[in-house]
């Protein structure tokens, strides 16, 4: 079949814009650290651009201290962190106070703040709402603000009143004067993402809309943290493939995800402000895989996706 020069010239034009808003995705990008992985941050260095955002994961069990000594690792290293905040373990206002006034002498300008997964909170916040109208962020001279988005609702709580949450959290935060930004829970489909982000904006809902990616990961290992974290209908993605055994420990990437979202973004579909990565198969690892992507070392394939280390774009 031949093609009038033309439309080739389109489709090439179309492929060349798309590649580079994919490259631009891994560029901007931020990523996710527990604190285990602190050691690493040092490599870590000649693989993401200085000041790229790290927020750095709280764990059940873990120390509020060990947070702040991992943001002030983050610092020194010279990127932006961004503590995870579960509110319902926070025993009251006071012990707020001083969490934020640790972070802010380590150099953190915005915390993420989330409920939290535990049934009964431990002082009086079971809500971020709860925290936004104390004060305390604007009394430590936080500017901005991260919270989370879920497109694909939460397992435990009615779709209606997780939207009524996203708007309330927004709302507060914004006449708190705090920049804010929605980040989401990882996802394995890009539409829901962007019919939720398109809905918002839509409303004249004002934050950063931040897709929320698991990064390169064995499959094994995405379905156990998404059946932990309650991850949506887009899990079907996952089992896209037979479910045989060589499957399961064959490795899943974020590429349909990344380069839908990208299309989407570069075709006026739908305004957001960039991808997160969660480091399910290692932090290092998808430092490595961000710094291909930032740097075009991949090439678009047929099936919708693209090819990360298959030698670098012109």
């Avoid at 398109?198 to 004002?206: A, C, K, P, Q, W």
């Avoid at 402000?273 to 678009?300: D, P, Q």
Wanted: glycine content about 10%; overall charge neutral; charged content about 20%.
């Amino acid at each position: 079949m031949l093609h009038r020069r033309e439309d080739v010239i389109e489709v090439g034009a179309r492929e060349a814009g798309l590649v580079q808003e994919i490259a631009r995705l891994g560029r901007e990008a931020s990523i996710e650290i527990n604190v285990q992985d602190v050691v690493h941050l040092e490599p870590s260095r000649a693989l993401l651009p200085a000041g790229t955002k790290v927020y750095v994961s709280h764990l059940p069990k873990q120390h509020w201290q060990q947070t702040e000594a991992a943001c002030r690792a983050v610092r020194a290293a010279g990127f932006r962190p961004v503590p995870h905040v579960p509110v319902r373990l926070l025993a009251g206002a006071e012990a707020f106070d001083r969490l934020l006034a640790g972070f802010a002498a380590g150099g953190c300008d915005e915390v993420l703040l989330i409920a939290g997964d535990y049934a009964h909170p431990l002082g009086p916040f079971a809500t971020v709402a709860d925290v936004l109208v104390t004060g305390l962020l604007e009394k430590h001279r936080l500017t901005r603000v991260s919270m989370a988005g879920h497109p694909e609702g939460h397992p435990k709580v009615p779709l209606d009143e997780i939207r009524l949450a996203e708007r309330e959290k927004v709302m507060l935060a914004t006449q708190a004067g705090l920049d804010v930004s929605l980040v989401t829970q990882f996802f394995f489909e890009h539409a829901p993402f962007v019919e939720w982000a398109g809905n918002l904006n839509t409303r004249g809902i004002r934050a950063l809309f931040i897709a929320g990616i698991a990064g390169p990961a064995r499959s094994t290992t995405l379905l156990k943290f998404a059946m932990r974290c309650g991850v949506g209908p887009s899990i079907r993605a996952l089992s896209a493939r037979p479910s045989t055994f060589v499957h399961l420990l064959a490795d899943h990437g974020p590429e349909h995800v990344v380069r839908g979202l990208a299309h989407a973004r570069s075709a006026g579909v739908v305004d957001f402000a960039g991808i997160h990565l969660f480091c399910f198969g290692g932090y290092l690892r998808t430092c490595e895989w961000l710094h291909r992507v930032a740097h075009g070392e991949f090439r678009l394939n047929g099936q919708a996706g693209f090819d990360v280390g298959a030698g670098r774009v012109a």
